[in-house]
């Protein structure tokens, strides 16, 4: 086998690191940016924040240098006490030392002492209420027990290893496998923790803890069903609690009764008290944050025209540093060095800019091809809504499916139809009877559905055949396989589970 050299040709795509910077910022989310834009300020000297007010002045003093720069043009120079535009926005010494002292004396101070720092004040998220969790409130009823040290000791190891619905998950012998607690001592532990508030917490399991609330209620969960005593007297409801709560999930109350031996109205009454259970004891202790969604773009009419805003607000208003820029500029930067460090640091500054630049254009050309197809959303509402593609956005704007792709990724539009997420508009399409030709969207379908299902009759619910027969009476060409996706995809319960008896 003989060694040689041999020359080829060939086209290779390689992505440089500002590319892939660019492509980074423009998928991210709106919260995610103002994130990467902050950790840039922190990284990169040469870039800094400016604020509103700055831009503000900075375009104030562009005008009056423009005027005086025309005023004395025409004219000759004056020896008049006149300020420059820098002088005037220079604030006066004694006003800033009036201020300083108004702040001193505002101060809250300890009787006795000087006035304390401002630092030693509490910060804002220090002075929010904090919701109690099911951990700490379980520990506050363990801590007022009657049980001795090392049982609070099993007691606070149980409760540390409850799920957020209240549930102990694992078993006991592996919750205490590595102590020196017997599975004795967990479960006696167990037992009397099971009596805390709320009730129903810590059972191993959904029928344990719909019991437990049984018990709680008054009733005699372990009394004999031989007796056949009445629903409320308990004995029929942890009877099914206990062996029939597929069927009660099914609404086989016919089932059920023929099991026990009891009538229909019987399980019925039943039924009554186990819908007042929790099934999830922790649930009010859930600590559920919610998140203010702050919209990237606007959708606005504005003389019979759509037009589609940017939302920067909140938003870093990066530039290159002026201090920086003049150093740089008159060659006093230093050692060699530094110079270097300098120009990496602007070259990346730069960039910087100009890919949030690029970033904000192809959010507002990509948001304006979205208005442009789906412009009746807009005038008439959801039964409008178009089916639509990547494909077609990218051509429509000469741009990659990719490009679309990651441009309305968690990125959020506020328009007269409310808030609504960029991937909302994307949806496949069903064909109509009438008009083969023409398409309806499946967000609008599932409107239908949901319509359809809350106006029916719930003692006798639509069927996905009902359903699907219903929507072909109105044009749309829809298979019953797809009525069950759209209805599980919707949260919407089978016809079997939205029947009501009483």
């Not at 056949?228 to 609690?241: D, H, N, Y």
């Not at 300098?342 to 960039?351: G, M, T, V």
């Not at 630049?357 to 192809?362: A, I, L, V």
């Not at 967000?443 to 929507?471: C, F, G, N």
Request: with cysteine.
């Amino acid at each position: 086998m003989k060694l040689r050299l041999d020359l080829r040709l060939s086209q290779k795509l390689i992505m440089t690191p500002q590319l892939q910077q660019a492509i980074k910022l423009l998928q991210l989310s709106r919260l995610e940016l103002q994130q990467s834009l902050t950790q840039h300020l922190m990284e990169n000297p040469l870039l800094e924040d400016l604020p509103t007010e700055a831009e503000d002045s900075e375009a104030e003093s562009a005008e009056e240098k423009a005027e005086d720069a025309v005023a004395s043009a025409n004219s000759e120079p004056s020896n008049a006490d006149e300020s420059t535009p820098e002088e005037r926005d220079t604030p006066d010494e004694a006003s800033v030392a009036g201020w300083e002292e108004y702040f001193d004396n505002d101060r809250r101070g300890v009787s006795g002492s000087q006035s304390s720092s401002q630092d030693e004040f509490p910060s804002y998220e220090q002075t929010m209420a904090k919701a109690t969790s099911l951990e700490d409130h379980l520990l506050w009823q363990l801590s007022f027990s009657g049980l001795s040290g090392r049982a609070k000791e099993i007691g606070r190891l149980i409760i540390g290893n409850l799920d957020d619905d209240g549930y102990l998950r694992m078993s006991l012998s592996e919750m205490v496998g590595g102590t020196d607690v017997t599975e004795t001592e967990a479960e006696s532990v167990l037992k009397d923790i099971q009596c805390f508030d709320p009730t129903g917490v810590a059972a191993r399991d959904l029928v344990e803890c719909l019991l437990l609330q049984i018990g709680h209620l008054g009733k005699s969960p372990m009394g004999s069903l031989g007796a056949r005593p009445g629903a409320l007297k308990g004995s029929i409801v942890e009877a099914i609690v206990q062996h029939h709560l597929k069927d009660l999930e099914k609404k086989q109350y016919a089932r059920i009764a023929k099991a026990l031996g009891v009538t229909v109205e019987e399980v019925f009454q039943a039924t009554k008290v186990i819908e007042v259970l929790e099934p999830k004891p922790g649930r009010p202790f859930t600590n559920t944050q919610n998140y203010v969604i702050v919209p990237d773009v606007f959708v606005v009419k504005n003389e019979g025209e759509w037009v589609v805003l940017l939302n920067d607000d909140g938003l870093p208003r990066m530039r290159i540093s002026p201090y920086y820029k003049q150093l740089m500029g008159t060659g006093e930067s230093g050692s060699a060095e530094t110079k270097a460090y300098l120009d990496e640091k602007l070259r990346a500054a730069q960039w910087v800019i100009r890919s949030i630049e690029q970033r904000n254009k192809t959010i507002v050309k990509v948001v304006s091809s979205i208005v442009k197809f789906q412009e009746q959303f807009f005038e008439k509402g959801v039964q409008h809504l178009k089916p639509l593609v990547l494909k077609q956005v990218a051509e429509d704007i000469g741009m990659h499916e990719s490009t679309i792709s990651r441009v309305t990724a968690n990125k959020y539009m506020y328009c007269p139809q409310g808030m609504l997420e960029l991937k909302f508009f994307f949806n496949a399409g069903l064909q109509r009877a009438d008009q083969p030709s023409d398409m309806m969207s499946s967000v609008t379908v599932r409107e239908m559905i949901r319509k359809m299902v809350a106006e029916e009759d719930t003692s006798h619910p639509l069927k996905d055949e009902e359903i699907a027969a219903r929507l072909l009476s109105q044009q749309v060409v829809i298979a019953r396989r797809t009525v069950a996706k759209y209805r599980a995809e919707e949260h919407i319960p089978s016809a079997t589970q939205r029947r009501r008896f009483f």
